[in-house]
T-cell receptor, first 112, second 111 residues
């Protein structure tokens, strides 16, 4: 059972387009992290969200944590080729922060 | 800059030949994790250390062992690598299980 559903799994867009990646669950998370991973490298932390309804912005990236802390989204405005990579969401469940619950990832390709 | 360092970045070993991967951190985090990641999959937690306490995942094969001689260093030992153990091995650290910070990974090839 995949506790954190991430969608879409693959996304290929043109430079300048906007996109949104979703992570959804029926479980409540105490925090949720978004990572970006390039081929042959480790995941790089983009953001941690902890408060229901929280919105964080990182340049052209906007992250939102759902009011009930069961879901999150990542929105990229005016995507650039440098945004290409695997985007992973990972949640820490209340009372069990040791083991992150991972989404399966969204592989994003931004074409020039 | 504070960081998580993994050595080597690429490791080639022969079937059945023991191999050790290393991880060091300058973040002074008390928790260190080892993950296995296969192509296009999410990382899979093998085990972690909370301070000196070792915590093994139930489905981690006995072939995988770990050592943490001090706060800064952690090692992953694969006693008898099989072809199925070829993967990216990721080390991560955190302060009290909060946000995890990953190293660049070691790509293991088993011949």
């Amino acid at each position: 059972t995949q506790l954190l559903e991430q969608s879409p799994q693959f996304l290929s867009i043109q430079e300048g387009e906007n996109l949104t990646v979703y992570c959804n669950s029926s479980s409540v998370f105490s925090s949720l992290q978004w990572y970006r991973q390039e081929p042959g490298e480790g995941p790089v932390l983009l953001v941690t969200v902890v408060t229901g309804g929280e919105v964080k912005k990182l340049k052209r990236l906007t992250f939102q944590f759902g009011d009930a802390r069961k879901d999150s989204s990542l929105h990229i405005t005016a995507a650039q080729p440098g945004d290409t990579g695997l985007y992973l969401c990972a949640g820490a469940r209340t009372g069990n922060n040791r083991k992150l619950i991972w989404g399966l990832g969204t592989s994003l390709a931004v074409n020039p | 800059d504070a960081m998580v360092i993994q050595n080597p970045r690429y490791q080639v070993t022969q079937f059945g030949k023991p191999v050790t991967l290393s991880c060091s951190q300058t973040l002074n985090h008390n928790v260190m994790y080892w993950y296995q990641q296969k192509s296009s999959q999410a990382p899979k937690l093998l085990f972690h250390y909370y301070d000196k306490d070792f915590n093994n995942e139930a489905d981690t094969p006995d072939n995988f062992q770990s050592r943490r001689p001090n706060t800064s260093f952690c090692f992953l030992d694969i006693r008898s690598p099989g072809l199925g153990d070829a993967a990216m091995y990721l080390c991560a650290t955190s302060r009290d299980h909060y946000t995890q910070y990953f190293g660049p990974g070691t790509r293991l090839t088993v011949l």
